[in-house]
């Protein structure tokens, strides 16, 4: 499925729309360039399921958790030069089944993540609209 979205709203909205059929274990990969709107989209996701925005560092280097029902793990794989590292980040725990795990960067690492998943890639930056293209793999 591929649609464009002019604004930002549309953006959230769409986020907002797909977060809810999110469930505990989904992995959503998601891909585009810097400025895409990959952070954008999960801080989109956060607010639908969490009902509100988090505190949380908007620097963290690999993994952030909000707590929550459904748990929701942030994953970037932006710094990752080697899949051997990722064990010793803690992969294997946010993939654990019991959140909603999004992962930025993912081809950084595609073996590292399970085959069952949602990849979303963003085409667009700045002002431009932002084109999702959804796919199931799976
Ligand atoms: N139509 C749009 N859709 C999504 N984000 C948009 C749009 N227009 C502007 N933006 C902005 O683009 C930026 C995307 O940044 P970010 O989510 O950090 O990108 P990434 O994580 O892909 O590098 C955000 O500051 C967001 O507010
Ligand atoms: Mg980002």
């Known amino acids: 499925m ?12 769409f986020a907002a729309a797909f977060a809810r ?3 505990p274990g989904d992995v959503v990969a998601l891909s585009g ?5 990959k952070s954008a989209f999960v801080r989109a996701v956060v607010r639908e399921l969490h009902g509100s925005d988090q505190s949380c ?4 280097t690999f993994r ?3 707590e929550g029902d459904p ?3 942030h994953i970037d794989f ?3 030069d080697d899949p051997a590292e ?4 803690g992969l294997e725990e946010a993939l654990d089944g019991h959140a909603v795990a999004l992962i930025e960067w993912w081809r950084n690492a595609p073996e590292a993540i399970p085959a069952q998943r949602y990849e979303i890639e963003i085409q667009g930056a700045g002002d431009q609209p932002r084109t999702i293209t959804l796919r199931e793999a799976q």
């Open 2 to 13: 591929r649609l464009t979205l002019p604004t930002e709203e549309e953006f959230g909205n």
């Open 21 to 23: 059929r999110l469930r």
């Open 33 to 37: 360039p810097v400025g895409a709107g």
């Open 64 to 66: 952030h958790r909000y």
């Open 78 to 80: 932006f710094r990752i």
């Open 86 to 89: 990722l064990t010793e980040l």
């Open 71 to 73: 748990p929701i793990e």
């Open 57 to 60: 560092s908007p620097s963290f």
